[in-house]
């Protein structure tokens, strides 16, 4: 006899080769456990092959008969071989699930829930769930507040044990009948509901009498209060309670409290039976920092004062499942009204998509791309989008308010807020991807959002699926496509029907009422919707190729915009250039498709003044967004200036020419930085290069052009011009004038004062034209620190230099031309001149003690002076307390004093001179580290803040939304604002005690 009490009698034998044509990964050891079916084994071998895993579903049945016993084990394997319902079911869940097959290999009379005819059919109304799971632990359901009976440890392993026949019951539905996954979610959420009421029974029992001083009730939120919960889920509650008639408030909160801990340990704690889940009670008021639960008036003042926007989202969920409904109830309505409201609170859309971005942060990277929860295309997308619909319009329409996810989505449909097409769609991907997370969860009956690697796992689920036919290869195709559905949808979900809306064109999607259009765009982040609303209509409307294309574009542009700091400028921007190269063929071709330059244009608009204005200029840079944004050289400018010049007649076209390239140049350089793709001293370094290729290319025309209306030929000097200041050291930014010095030298036999004349008609020329105003920001080029300074003649010989330098130069001009850089104009001037101010700059002998404090001095003048009225000396980019000043003042203290010796120190560059301070050991390595990141960082904030602005300035800007865009540059996700705030005062108070210690001794 085999363990079920089966004749083991002859029958035909079905070979290892059948097996494997049938499904069996080991078929070897199929046949051994075939063997212990007996006569049984030949009607069964195909309904177990139809199972998710064949081999699972033979292996657990044969250990159900050998667990069942001779008599129960014979029982089975009639009524398996007799009812083909009664063998699917039980075979379905065998093969799908190892926790179930468990729990019947301890149960194994539960096997007999699966006889029953109407199991397919009929779903168990939720109070007669309840009711049962009530009795198991002895307590009677008609009570008021019901009270277990059983000794405690037996009546909590029974709330195991008939929550487990409950669930098997409802496994053999979903897998065999075809049970919608909303179906069994329902089931599955008033399960628990029934789950909560007996634990709460079981825990009145612990609390004993004392448990009649309050009215407690637990509020699903979540899935289940949703009515959606999965096989396996923390179970997401509020407690809410109140005294009872004529108890003490305070006796009553302690009751309260202890049957609230009571009725969550009784669900989590593991005895004999297992466990059910975790009772989460997180989103309480002030989280697991605030009490556990709180009466009717406490909710209410916390959800008017203190209650963030997220919460109200939450509370969409709400709903009473356990206890004392009618206290249950009147919380749900008490909270109503705030849900409903909450999209007319402040920083609603950055609260909203701050939660997201949390969201996603928080995915491990090794899950990110097999999340079916928490990924980019996965439910939670679903469920934020259809909940923020809701949430814009749930206001004035309370129709589209179901709290679960596929009815609401359903009703949004039907309202129009979603087209009937993706609304189907949406719920055909959110459908396949709940059942694939059942089918996960239900094999072991774990938490977990994870899609398995394996091979044998997957194809378990695609199977299960009912995908038999190479299951692994259709699962993942499926999966993959209902992914791109989501995340395509996600991103036109709430712009379709708007551009729908004002295109007026014939159309079976969502059409939005002007006042729900609005409501949605205020929603998304649009400080002015009806101008964004007609800014869409001017941008859709009509029937033309361009039309027709930018309705295309628009649902993904729209989304881009409004993840980026300012909505309104990106539209706005991107119909003003829209309108400019609409009719160019290539431009909405581009857009269309190249994914990388449309979403980089959208940042970009939405984010950079600066940008936008260039673009507005120079709209052929758009071309530009698709290349890698490494800013060219200055040689291979200078060539194409030269060029471009040269097909110019006149001075003043041949220098707009040169300024047009310049202007595409910044744009290169402005586009590349706002995205994060080029690093702050690159940025720098590429500006002065630019200004480089600017001067030079605007010298030559100009030279050539003076001596010309003079009548000079040859020109009677060579000229060159001296980079300095921060232009000098390669690290100009957007907003920086080109700080020079013209230096002349007259060829053999010219007359001095002719060329004196010459050089400075050239030096000024120069400036004015580089200033015109025109389509790009002038180049203002700055000759202040010459010698002897405005009153000083606008350029000079390399003699009259070197007398000056000889005679007259004091501690601060040396100090200037720390950052002088010969890079225009005639070569072998240029190496002259730098061979005359090197020993100024670099005394053998170094720095004076005198000459020391003389620079201190002058530092202390220009902190007390120059720092503007008003301004924050903890805060101000160039002159604060560690600021750009502090930190270049100091370095430039060490060159003088040490670049006699050290070659290193001999640069213009800031950071290269730091890090040969650091190498010759005159500053400590954290010293010189601080004071390089605080640099760098202040550079970076001043270069955004221009961005952001259009203008250049050296203080963080007072509105929310540029400071916001400038957090946003600098790669702070969006809603972190503050701490790039922190982050900017801390770094610069450890610059300034690092100056303290290094410059002021």
Known sequence: MSPAGSPTGSRPATTQGQLTRLGFDD???ALADLALLGTAADPLVALIAQAADPDLALTSLTRLLEQAGTDEGRALLTALVDDEGTAMRLLSVLGASEALADHLCRH????REL????LGSTRPPAYAVREELLR?????????????????????DALRVEYRRVLLRLAARDLTHHLGVDDAAAELSDLAAGTLDAALAVARQRVGADAAQARLAVIAMGKCGGHELNYVSDVDVIFVHEPAEGADPDRALKVATQLAGHLMRVCSEHTGEGTIWPVDAALRPEGKAGPLTRTLASHQGYYERWASTWEFQALLKARAVAGDLALGAAYVAMVQPMIWSAVER????????????????????????RQLKLGSGGLRDVEFAVQLLQLVHGRTDESIRPSTTLSALARLTTGGYVGREDGEALHEAYAFLRTLEHRIQLFQLRRTHVVPEDERSLRRLGRSMGYTKEPVATLDKEWQHHRREVRRLHEKLFYRPLLTSVARLESDEARLTPEAATARLAALGFADPRAALRHL?????????TANIQRQLLPVMLDWFAEAPDPDAGLFGFRRLSESLGRTPWYLKTLRDEGQVAERLAKLLATSRYVSALLEQEPAGVRMLGEDLTPLSSEQVVEEMLAAAGRRTGAEDAVRAIRAVRRRELLRVAAGDALGLTDVADVGAALSRLTDATLEATLRVVTASVAQAKGLDPA???IAVIAMGRYGGFELSYGSDADVLFVHEPVEGADQHATSSYAVAVANEVRRLLALPGGDPALVVDADLRPEGKQGPLSRSLDSHAAYYAKWSHVWEAQALLRADAVVGDEGLRERFVALIDPLRYPAAGLSEDDAVEVRRIKARVDKERLPRGADPASHLKLGRGGLADIEWTVQLLQMQHAGSVAGLRTPRTLDALAAARGAGLIGAADAEALAHGWRWVSRIRNAVTLVRGKGSDTLPHDIRERAAVANVLGYPAGATDRMVNDHLRTMRVSSEVVDRVFWG
């Open 115 to 118: 006889t029953d005819p109407t």
């Open 346 to 369: 402040d920083g609603f859309v950055e609260d909203t998509q701050a939660m997201r971005r949390r969201v996603i942060a928080h995915i491990p990277a090794s899950q990110a791309e």
């Open 136 to 156: 198991v632990v002895g307590a009677d359901p008609r009570d008021a507040q019901p009270t277990a009976s059983r000794p405690d440890a037996e009546a909590v």
């Open 27 to 29: 078929p070897e050891r």
């Open 108 to 111: 194994p009379e539960h096997w």
């Open 537 to 545: 209509e001017a941008l859709t409307s009509g029937v033309t190729r």
């Open 716 to 718: 009677p000097a060579r």
